[in-house]
């Protein structure tokens, strides 16, 4: 695992507004805990440099990277002129700078990981996914995501995954990568029918974007269970339909526990769990930072990332009931069939008299809800918190934490055998279960069910094969219905939307 950073960095910072929530703060937390656990002395540190201008070149135009740089030399007061024309955006002298370090990071990081076959940790500021190809926007100056997955298709890669789980819509990443067809991001986000920033309609299930999968999350307090849900119900399907050479994470943690922003509850051992999946493809996975706001879970949230990229394992977290409004957006994602898995999980859903119970809503995005002020507000956007709240919101992190840990300790293994041949069959004692399934469907079954029940469970990446039948979809749905009654089998995301 490769690890780069530099505490240059913390000299992106606001000059006339001490509160803002993009502070240095957030990333000498991460570094102070990383340090702190001996976890960077396991990690093969890489140097930190500069993109050159040509390298950021692959996403923003020169005009738009000069006038940052220009804009950059001016006073203080002139900085925070311009600030009032761009959304949601501070900068001061070293900006310029530190945005071509971090995209310098965040390239090295990723091409190293790609051509290592291994995993890398960008511990970078200003963050990046929500900058445009000739626009900064929401923290964001260059788009450090869209940058390296340009750079890893220029080194070989062939196609490359971005899984964006910051709270926020990666919409400048979806807009910089449009053009590439080598490169799909999805992106989970909170959304609220369009009423939560940035409010656009490009961030609903339905948009005009090619490459980009919306996870839109119209309801708050979504917690482990529905982010691991997500993953098992269409990012993994998604990965193993698509077959990335690389996979890169917009790795914000602003759906943390305690975050002001998100009003998420995913916990480290949420983060640590989600990365691991994605690693037991056996794909090279880069993990770039992006926002992450609440100083106490961004700290325990990358040291769990961290420990995942380095080899850790985590307790399975149990998915529970999906909330009604996850469960209308799963039905709706899975329906747009935008993969050949994801049109097996639509046939079986089809089949399933709850689905003929959801409502696929056609107002997914309330039209208006995106204002546009003539002058952006600058100055005391955020509230500082009470002592009081924060300490409680610690408190709940650590219980968290405690509780996974005890379960950890408590939960027996099961032992899973999967094998190539017969349809589908299961024979299942206390210990042990054997899944025998065809080749078709060897795939598809394993990232429902073995990688949810077994996270030591590599799910190996097979030849895209034919798609599984009618008839042997309708075996399988049999099979799973049977297996609801089994608790490890109730808890298996698909089996939840198939029978909740
Ligand atoms: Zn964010």
Not at 192 to 205: A, D, I, R, Y
Not at 415 to 443: Q, R, W, Y
Request: aromatic share 8%; net charge negative; hydrophobic share 35%.
């Amino acid at each position: 695992m490769y690890f780069v950073t530099d505490e240059a960095m913390l000299d992106h910072c606001n000059r006339w507004d001490s509160i803002h929530i993009e502070s240095p703060d957030r990333l000498k937390v991460i570094l102070d805990q990383l340090k702190s656990l001996g976890l960077l002395e396991k990690a093969n540190i890489l140097p930190s440099r500069s993109a050159s201008t040509d390298e950021i070149e692959i996403v923003h135009t020169k005009k738009y990277i000069d006038q940052i740089k220009e804009i950059c030399s001016k006073t203080i007061e002139e900085i925070e002129e311009y600030c009032k024309t761009v959304e949601d955006v501070y900068m001061n002298e070293r900006t310029y700078d530190l945005g071509l370090l971090s995209a310098g990071c965040a390239i090295d990081a990723t091409l190293t990981a790609f051509k290592q076959k291994s995993s890398s940790f960008a511990a970078i500021r200003p963050p990046g996914h929500h900058s445009f190809q000739s626009a900064p926007c929401g923290f964001c100056v260059f788009n450090n995501v869209a940058i390296a997955a340009k750079h890893a298709r220029q080194a070989g890669a062939e196609r490359v995954l971005i899984v964006d789980w910051d709270v926020h819509a990666g919409q400048g990443t979806q807009e910089c990568i449009e053009d590439d067809d080598g490169i799909k991001l999805i992106s989970i986000h909170r959304f609220e029918h369009g009423t939560f920033w940035p409010n656009l309609e490009q961030s609903s299930v339905k948009h005009k974007f090619r490459h980009t999968i919306n996870i839109p999350l119209n309801s708050i307090g979504e917690d482990d269970s529905s982010f691991i849900s997500i993953f098992h119900l269409v990012i993994l399907p998604t990965l193993i339909d698509f077959q990335p050479d690389l996979i890169i994470v917009s790795c914000g943690f602003d759906a943390a526990i305690g975050d002001p922003e998100g009003e998420m509850k995913v916990s480290p051992h949420g983060y640590g769990r989600m990365t691991r999946l994605l690693l037991n493809s056996g794909i090279p996975v880069s993990v770039i930072l992006e926002g992450g706001y609440f100083l106490p879970s961004i700290a325990r949230d990358a040291e769990f990332v961290v420990r995942a990229l380095q080899g850790e394992s985590f307790p399975i977290l149990h998915t529970t009931t999906l909330s009604s409004t996850l469960s209308d957006t799963l039905h709706r994602v899975i329906s747009t069939g935008s993969t050949s898995i994801l049109r097996s999980i639509q046939y079986l859903l089809t089949k399933s008299t709850k689905h003929k119970n959801v409502n696929l809503r056609t107002d997914e995005y309330k039209k208006g809800s995106r204002v546009i002020p003539t002058s952006y507000p600058t100055r005391d956007i955020y509230t500082p918190r009470t002592v009081e709240t924060t300490n409680l919101l610690e408190l709940e992190l650590n219980d968290c934490i405690k509780r996974y840990e005890k379960e950890g300790k408590e939960g027996s293994k099961i032992n899973l055998i999967i094998d190539g041949d017969a349809v589908f069959s299961m024979i299942e004692t206390k210990e042990e279960v054997e899944i025998i399934t065809c080749p078709s469907l060897h795939s598809f079954v394993h990232s429902t069910i073995v990688t949810y029940l077994c996270p030591e469970s590599l799910y190996h990446r097979f030849p895209i094969s034919s798609p599984p039948s009618t008839h042997q979809l309708d075996i399988l749905y049999s099979s799973l219905l049977s297996l609801s009654s089994i608790p490890s089998f109730s808890h298996i995301p698909l089996i939840r939307l198939l029978t909740q």
